[in-house]
């Protein structure tokens, strides 16, 4: 029997950078989907989230439009892409929320693909099960998301903090603070408008580089914005200050300033919202009450558009703020949200129990 553990992951810094080949300060998170398989010749998986079983051939799985399509995006790809694997019976399952944007489907993805590098010795690279995870989310997902995501489940490091130059795609570790807490705190929102408001952000940050010329958001500066049109430079020039953040970021951290790093994510938040277009109300009232109620800072984490907001406090005084803020939400939006006090952890692990 083989058993894989996939982290979910938080972005501190960096939100939609990615496809813009910039900088992101993501990290793994100690909420994790768990698969446990083995191996077989054709595929069945049960979810004891969704408390379903799928059953499909390992060759062309058809969509169904429900989970099992993350899974069935896996075959898709090692297939695609020349690898040759059997079938799984595997149960699904493990504590991280899925669809609150804390990276359940490349969670979930990095999870199969690991699964199967394993079983059925793919020799794949770490850097590999990422791009294969990002390729299954764009080309059969049709979601046009960056590398981030997977890239974090894979590389997540106990204790740390990654910074990832997504064009580059080179990585290093930096450490968080050991008495620091994040509060990943979801609005139970996950908006159907997201894909293709995703898409049409990325879609637009892609012309800006054709535009200009230039390969990377690192090589654009807000000067070189000025002759664009104006939701092209107002758009843009919200990734040109991410980018400049999360060097800051990286700063702040590697001196264990946590008013500075909490300072920069209400600033991101703040400038994600205002310029770029996709904050949500409970979003935005979740940042300003945490900081209200003494948090370092916070700021909406993924695509945005509902999902999840983290905030930055102490250990000490995580619970308090977490819970006072959940009265209030439940108070303005009734609605009750969900919260998990999280800290960075390894990235995937696959083996045999
Ligand atoms: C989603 C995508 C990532 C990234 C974020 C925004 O989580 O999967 O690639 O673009 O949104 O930062």
Redesign the pocket.
Known sequence: MYRVDSPGRV?LM??????ALGY?MPMAINLYTVVHAQMSNSVRVYSQIFHDVHEFPVESPAKSGDWSDHVKAVFWVLKNEGHKVGGVKAIVGGDLPVGS?L?SS?SLKVAFISLLNRIYELNLLPVEIALLAKKA?NEYMKVP?????PFTVVNGRKGHVLFIDTDALNHSYIKFPESARLIAFYTGITREVASSS?AERRKLAEETLRILGRHSSIDVSERDLRTLPSLYRRFFGYIVRENRRVLEARDALRSSDLEKLGELMTTSHCDVARNYDVSSEELDFIVKRAVELGAYGAKMT???FGGSAIILTDEERAIDVAEALMEDYMRTFNWEPEYHIVIPSDGVKARIV
């Not at 960096?14 to 496809?19: A, K, L, P, R």
């Open positions: 972005n960096g939100e939609h950078t990615d496809y992101v944007g990276g490349a989310e998301t960056g590398v981030s995501d995703y993924g695509a945005g």
